[in-house]
């Protein structure tokens, strides 16, 4: 499948990566959000803490997560700023905001999902990897994938853009690759 041989190698050595062309069963598009609006710059371990609080509150649902308290949102682990934002998912996703992501392109879904508080490219970039399973999505703004490419490539991973250019279209599954090294 892969042209790349170091995309053959992490192939071999971690199996197929959940994007397209064989992707993973897509999950819900708003569960998806609320879990990376939940993970933004807390590390893996926390967030999995925090959810787990998060969904043993409360299904991952607009209408349940509205009618929730804020308090008890705090109360999960959320700071202030998360908690509104996932109010204001949950109000955007009530609106039909959601509604037909998969067949915008990149930059349409990107465009969407940035009317939401609390949203910004990493978010959207991880919706258009894990939500919608985009083949050749590159979050040069993701810590963990600047981590895993200095790691792996040395100088020549400090310039992510230029680094991602030689793997198109297959950029998500590098990312989840590096990111596979980091544990």
């Avoid at 009618?67 to 959320?78: E, S, T």
């Avoid at 400090?158 to 090294?181: K, M, V």
């Amino acid at each position: 499948m892969f042209e790349h041989p170091l995309l053959r190698a992490f192939h071999r050595r971690f199996g197929p990566a959940p994007f397209a062309p064989n992707p993973a069963p897509r999950e819900d598009p708003f569960k998806v959000l609320v879990e990376s609006i939940v993970s933004q710059q807390l590390s893996t371990k926390a967030a999995k803490t925090i959810l787990g609080r998060l969904w043993g509150r409360v299904e991952p649902s607009p209408e349940a997560l509205l009618a929730l308290p804020l308090q008890a949102l705090r109360g999960a682990g959320l700071s202030q700023a998360k908690a509104q934002a996932l109010r204001h998912l949950s109000e955007k996703a009530l609106e039909g905001l959601l509604v037909g992501l998969e067949a915008l392109d990149d930059e349409g879904v990107k465009a969407r999902l940035l009317q939401v508080r609390g949203v910004g490219p990493w978010t959207a970039e991880m919706f258009l990897m894990f939500g919608l399973r985009r083949p050749d999505v590159w979050p040069v703004g993701d810590l963990g994938l600047s981590r895993a490419a200095l790691r792996f490539f040395g100088e020549q991973g400090r310039d992510l853009r230029a680094l991602g250019e030689a793997f198109r279209p297959y950029r998500s599954h590098l990312a989840w690759y590096l990111w596979r090294t980091l544990e």
